[in-house]
Structures are given as C-alpha cells and as structure tokens.
C-alpha cells in the first residue's frame, strides 16, 4: 500500500503501535521501564489538571496499561495526593514492568474492588465498590491498546462500577473496552471525560463507537525517537488538504474549472438536485448542469440560479427512468463529473436508470441517495465502471448496499466501510461525526468531525455537489472525497459561527459558508 498522503496525520493501529516500542526499546535502547515512567509522569500530569485536590482512584490491570497506572499513583502519593490503586489480578500475576512498579509503590497496597486487601483475602465481597466513592476523578489504567473482545470477569466488573460511580474518569491510551485500532466496542466499556494516548492517536479514540467514549484526547510525547516504523493505514484528516484544491488561474474558463452534472430529482424532491448543483457552483465548478425529470426542468431553471444550466430529461409518473438514460448520456458527453442521485425516488424506473447511467457513463461520478438505493445487494456491478467512483453512503444506505442491518454498520464502522470499497472498487465514504473515506486498497481517512450544524436536512446533498465539484477539478477520487468531506465540515462549523449556533443552521447557509470554508489557510482557522 502507498504511504499516507502528507495531509493525513497517521493513526497507528495496536500492532504498529506495538512496532513502535519494540523497535524503541530494541533499536533505540530506551527501556520498557522508563517508557512506563514516562507515561505514567504524563497521565499524573493530567490528573492534576482536571482534579487540583481530592482523593484519586487508580483502577489497574495486570499489564502495562495497568503499569502505568501504578507509576501515577506513585507519583502522586508522592505529591501527597490520597490515591487508592485497585487491582483486577493478584499482584503474584503481575509480570515485567508492571510486576516491578507493583513493587516501587509506597504507602498501601493495592485493593480489590470491594475495598478488600488482596494479601491474604478471600473471595471477593459483592456490594458497592466502595474504594471508588467519594473520588475526585479515576483513573482507567485496565486494559490498554493491545485489547481485543469484549472484557471479562473482574475486569468487566470494574468497567461496570466506574460508570455507576458518576465520577469524571481519565482513561490511559485508550478507554477500557474500546477496540484501539478500530472504534468497536463489543461489550462493557469505560466513558471517559479525557483519553491520555502516547506518541500517535489510536484509530478507535476517532471512529464511532470508541470516539462516543473517548472524551477529549490528548496526545502525549514519552520520548519515542523519530524515525519510528509507522506504516499506518488509517489517518485523521488536516487542513493541509486545502492545499489539493483545484484553483483558478487567469488562463481558467468555465469548463477547465470543472463541468458538473447533476443526474436526480423527482415530483416532490426537486430541492435535493438544486442543493447539490448549487453545493457544486460555490465548491468552485465552473459549469453546473442539472439532468432532471421535465416536470421539474422550470422549477430548477426559475430557482433563483441563473448560472445553472437544466435539461429536462423523460419521465414517467415525475421520475426518470430508463428512457432518459440515452439522453443523459448525450449531456455527459461535455466532459465533467457526474453527480448521480439526490432526489431520484425509489420507482423501478429510477432505479433502471440508475443503473444503467452509472455503468455507461465513462466520467468520474459521485453516487448519492437513491442512486446509492438504485444498488442495494448489487455493490458488486459498480466494480467495473469506466472511470473513478465515490459512493457516499450513510450507515442505513450503506448496510442496504452489503445486506445488513444499519446496527451492525454502525458498531463495526471502519470493517464495513473497508469491506464496501474493496466490492465495489471504488471510494466509500461512510458518513456521521467521524466520516470515514476508504479507497478500496485499505487505506482509510477520518474527520474530525465537530460540525453539528450538519445534522439538517439537505447537507448530503450538499457533499455530494462538493465532491462532485472536485472531481471534476481534476483531483483523483480520494483526495476529492476527503477534501471534500473536510470543506463540508469547515463550512457548517462557519455557518454555526456566523448564525451564533448549529441549530438553525440549514442546508443553504452551509453552500453559501463553502468559498470562505475553500479559502481558509490550512492549518489555520477552524478545525
């Protein structure tokens, strides 16, 4: 797989994270144990932020996650702080790093979950877990990176009372629970106000559903040298891709500047192609054409965009169908991208001339709504398109493409966004907070997210203009579709400045957001 593009800040997965110590350990000759040290002085670091005063407790597992946790609660019972470590295992399970830690710690021993000593205890109790009230915040040192499946036994038993306890919990490199190379979460899992991760970010702590546990994250520097191997996959999406957006020189025209072709709309749908032609003219194309039923052809043309270009195309009952595939094609033949589905309907027809437009139509296309419906259980026939192809699926539209359950999409997001491109051989991007855009080869890009002001009516249609837009700029069907997803989340956060909040925001102020949204530096502004 070819690297990450420079626009992508990686996100290492647990077994490159593993690779990462490793090698700083065996290459470099930085000790696990002071790696461990350096960890745990971050995560105390931490703590004595969100909690100035109060009693701490440390919940450990047995490895160096666990080890972790027990250098924080070293250091800061050598602050003075009151801290209570409680531990999942017996201290004779302890090994390495973790077992030597267990031994450098003053004051009390570790606890059980019931408040009991395990030195010489018996069963535990059952009852409140009582060496958590009264806290003034919890530290989560259970599981860390390398954890798979759902949580077991005392473990599980400790996830469960520290989301009884209602006290603000820090999680150490990722949330107990969470999955940290892929956001799933398959059992019991921590809430955590703040994730502490070391070196890089961990897919999981951005993807849904491990971001809904995350909380704030931070990334912390231990000390791990550069030139680590990080042949990451997965990456988070910066402003640098600003930077691959297609400009306009003095030399440009109209149609250098990117043709788009707009191919949807139905009786009773006409504002879902008006939006993503218009999402398209303010994304910067140069030549807008809507191909839409003929009953609607007056509606576009006298919508308020004189720049917009209309052919009624034939309809039956208010839809396309078959019979205006020869036509559009005809359209096509201008060169351009082409933008497939907002508001085509569900009839035989529309889907007939999904279908068979897509599968003949050799320019670079989005595929949105009921295009995207057009194709449930047949990802498969887009596979051998002409040319370059982005679908943009939500996870309801996108578990009708695979056959499943939105449920199942959406707490296995990266699997199945990763599945669907690599049947259809084209560019999937799953939408939601954490917009994940898969190529079909592997390699993933995630938003930031944090644009509320999206959750309305239309913004889909919105992106898909925006894509649209760029691919017919020129740029190649991944970074057109990240860059795309990107802008789209700039503009809705500006749009929700501008307004004083998300809500109210509609899908038109977001088109209108999108030129200072394109203008703005990269690395600056909103993020």
């Known amino acids: 797989m070819e690297p990450l593009p420079d626009w992508l800040t990686p996100l290492p997965d647990a077994q490159t994270m593993g690779a990462v110590d490793r090698w ?27 909690a100035p005063d109060g009693p701490v407790a440390v919940l450990c597992g047995k490895g160096n996650n666990g080890g972790d946790g027990l250098v924080v609660t070293r250091l800061l019972r050598g602050a003075g702080r009151e801290v209570a470590v409680i531990c999942t295992q017996a201290p004779g399970e302890y090994r390495g790093e973790a077992a030597a830690n267990l031994e450098r710690l003053p004051g009390e021993g570790p606890l059980r979950l019931d408040g009991s000593s395990w030195e010489g205890a018996g069963p535990a109790q ?27 036994g005392e473990t599980a038993v400790a996830i469960e009372a520290l989301g009884r306890s209602g006290t603000p919990v820090l999680s150490v490199d990722v949330p107990s629970g969470v999955d940290a190379s892929s956001g799933a979460v398959p059992g019991a899992a921590v809430r955590a106000v703040r994730t502490v991760t070391f070196h890089a970010a961990k897919p999981g702590l951005w993807i849904h559903p491990g971001k809904e546990h995350a ?17 990451a996959t997965i990456g988070l999406i910066e402003p640098a891709v600003l930077r691959q957006m297609p400009r306009r020189g003095a030399a440009s025209t109209k149609f250098s500047s990117g043709h788009v072709l707009v191919a949807g709309g139905s009786r009773g749908l006409s504002g879902a192609p008006a939006m993503a032609c218009r999402a398209a003219l303010r994304a910067g194309a140069g ?28 309809e039956v009952d208010g839809a396309l169908g078959e019979q205006a595939v020869a036509a559009a094609l005809e359209a096509a033949g201008r060169g351009g991208a082409l933008a497939l589905g907002p508001g085509l309907a569900r009839s035989p027809g529309a889907g007939l001339f999904a279908r068979r437009l897509a599968r003949e139509c050799g320019l670079p ?22 040319a370059a192809t982005v679908l943009t699926p939500h996870a309801g539209e996108l578990g009708r493409l695979l056959g499943r359950p939105s449920s199942e999409i959406a707490a296995e997001r990266l699997a199945c966004v990763r599945e669907a491109a690599a049947a259809c051989g084209a560019v999937v991007v799953l939408k939601g907070d954490d917009t994940l855009v898969a190529e079909p080869g592997g390699m993933v890009a995630v938003s930031r997210g944090g644009s509320p002001a999206l959750a309305t009516a239309g913004t889909g249609d919105v992106l898909t203009g925006v894509i649209a837009a760029l691919l017919a700029g020129g740029l190649d069907p991944f970074t057109a579709a990240a860059g795309g997803v990107h802008l789209h989340a700039r503009a809705g956060q500006l749009a929700a400045l501008g307004l004083g909040g998300a809500e109210g925001v509609i899908a038109g102020d977001v088109i209108e957001a999108l030129p200072g949204a394109r203008r703005a530096p990269a690395g600056e502004g909103v993020r």
Do not use: C, F, K
Request: proline residues 7%.
């Open 215 to 231: 909380g704030a994250v931070e990334v912390l520097d231990i000390g791990i040298p550069r030139g680590a191997p990080m042949a």
């Open 287 to 314: 030549y807008v054409t809507a191909l839409v039923p003929g009953e609607l052809q007056a509606i576009l043309a006298g919508g308020g965009m004189p720049e917009l270009m209309t052919v009624g195309l034939a």
């Open 126 to 152: 059952p009852g409140p877990a009582q060496p958590l009230q009264g806290r003034a915040v919890i530290v989560d040192a259970l599981l860390g990176t390398g954890a798979r499946g759902a949580p077991r």
């Open 365 to 386: 296309m989005v595929l949105d709504a009921d295009g995207l419906n057009a194709h449930a259980g047949r990802l498969g026939e887009l596979a051998g398109r002409p």
């Open 24 to 50: 700083a350990i065996e290459e470099r000759g930085i000790s696990g144990l002071e790696l461990m040290e350096r960890a745990g002085a971050a995560v105390a670091r931490m703590v004595e932020e969100i």
